[in-house]
C-alpha cells in the first residue's frame, strides 16, 4: 500500500501535467510582477515563487529521469530541451538568492549612492548616479473639436503641434502652432507663457489660414474663453480644444561615475537596459504628479550565463528535435 502510494507520488511528481501547472503559475506570477508592480508584491522574492521553481526542477528531472532511461538519437533533443530547462529554473534561483534587486528615486539635477532594497532598507553602490536630464515627450496634447451649422457631426483632430488640417467645409487650414501646460499672459504687453510643466491650465496655441486668417488660444479649463488676434470677425464655427496627456516617450540623461572618477553616460527610455560593472539599470516609471523624478530598477544577475547556456541548449535542442524527425523517421 505504502509502495502504491509512493510510486503514485513519484509518478505525479514526473508528470507532464505537473509541468503544465507550474508553468501556469509562473507566467502567472510574471504577469503579475509586470503589470502590478504599485502593489509592491514581490513575486520573485517570495517563498512560494522559489517553492514552485524548486518544485519544478524536481518535476523536470524526473520526468527526464523517466523518459530518457535509455537515450536514443530519436530522443536526444528533447532530452537537451529538458535539460536547458532544468538549468533555467536553477539560473532563476541562483539569480533570487544572491542576486541584488532594488529601486532608486533620482530627482532631476541630483545624484544618488544607494538604492532601496525588497526589503525596505538601504544599500551603498559601488558608483554613484546622476540624472542630469529628464524629458517626457507627448505624442499630442489632447484633441481639438470642431462644431458648426455646415457639419453634420462635429470634427475631431489630435492636438499634435506642427500638425495642419484642411476644413473643406470652410476652405480653411487648421495648424497646432503651440502648447502651454500651464498658460499665463502678462498685461498689458501680453506677453504669453507657461508658469510650470504641470498641466495646471492647458492651452493650445492654433491657427486658421485661407479664407479666414486668424490666431487664437484655446483653453482647456474654459472653453469658451478665447484670446483671438488677426480677423476679429466671428468664426461661422466653434473650436473647442479637450486636454489629455498622451507620453509616448520617457527620457532620461543619466551619467554614471565609478569610484576612480571614471564616468560614463547614456540616454535610457523607458524599459531600456543599460549595463555597468555588473549591475544594470532600468528606468520603470516617472513622478507623473510633478514631474521631477524617476523610478530605476537596480539588479545584478549572477547566473546570468548559466541563463545564456540555458537557453541555448533548449533552442538547440528543438532544433536537433526537428531534424531527427525528419531524417531519423522510424520504419513503418
Known amino acids: 500500500m505504502k509502495y502504491s502510494a509512493v510510486k503514485k507520488l513519484f509518478s505525479f511528481m514526473g508528470s507532464p501535467r505537473l509541468t503544465a501547472i507550474l508553468v501556469f503559475i509562473l507566467l502567472a506570477a510574471v504577469f503579475a510582477e509586470t503589470y502590478y508592480t504599485d502593489a509592491d508584491i514581490a513575486v520573485y522574492h517570495s517563498w512560494w515563487f522559489s517553492l514552485v521553481l524548486i518544485t519544478l526542477i524536481h518535476n523536470l528531472a524526473i520526468f527526464t529521469i523517466k523518459r530518457f532511461k535509455h537515450l536514443r538519437i530519436n530522443n536526444t533533443g528533447s532530452f537537451i530541451v529538458c535539460l536547458g530547462a532544468i538549468l533555467l529554473a536553477l539560473s532563476i534561483i541562483l539569480g ?51 462644431r458648426g451649422p455646415e457639419l453634420s457631426k462635429p470634427l475631431k483632430f489630435a492636438a499634435v503641434v506642427g500638425k495642419q488640417y484642411r476644413l473643406d467645409n470652410y476652405d480653411c487650414i487648421l495648424e497646432i502652432v503651440d502648447y502651454a501646460p500651464d498658460f499665463y499672459m502678462l498685461m498689458p504687453e501680453k506677453t504669453i507663457g507657461t508658469r510650470s510643466l504641470l498641466p495646471k491650465n492647458p492651452a493650445l496655441h492654433v491657427a486658421l489660414k485661407g479664407s479666414r486668417d486668424c490666431d487664437t488660444w484655446l483653453f482647456h479649463n474654459y472653453p469658451e474663453l478665447q484670446d483671438r488676434h488677426g480677423n476679429k470677425s466671428e468664426l461661422p464655427f466653434g473650436l473647442f480644444y479637450e486636454w489629455s496627456e498622451n507620453i509616448s516617450l520617457c527620457e532620461s540623461h543619466i551619467k554614471v561615475t565609478n569610484g576612480d572618477n571614471s564616468t560614463k553616460r547614456a540616454v535610457l527610455n523607458s524599459g531600456e537596459l543599460f549595463s555597468w560593472d555588473g549591475y544594470y539599470l532600468r528606468q520603470r516609471d516617472y513622478d507623473k504628479s510633478k514631474n521631477e523624478y524617476i523610478v530605476m530598477d537596480i539588479a545584478t544577475y549572477p547566473a546570468l550565463n548559466i541563463t545564456y547556456i540555458s537557453i541555448a541548449l533548449m533552442i538547440g535542442g528543438a532544433i536537433v528535435t526537428l531534424l531527427t524527425k525528419l531524417f531519423f523517421k522510424k520504419p513503418e
Open 96 to 146: 533570487i538568492k544572491w542576486g541584488i534587486h532594488g529601486q532608486m528615486r533620482i530627482a532631476s539635477g541630483k545624484t544618488e549612492l544607494a538604492y532601496k532594497g525588497l526589503d525596505g532598507k538601504k544599500y551603498s553602490l559601488p558608483f554613484a548616479i546622476t540624472l542630469e536630464e529628464f524629458k517626457l515627450k507627448h505624442g499630442d496634447f489632447g484633441s481639438i473639436t470642431v
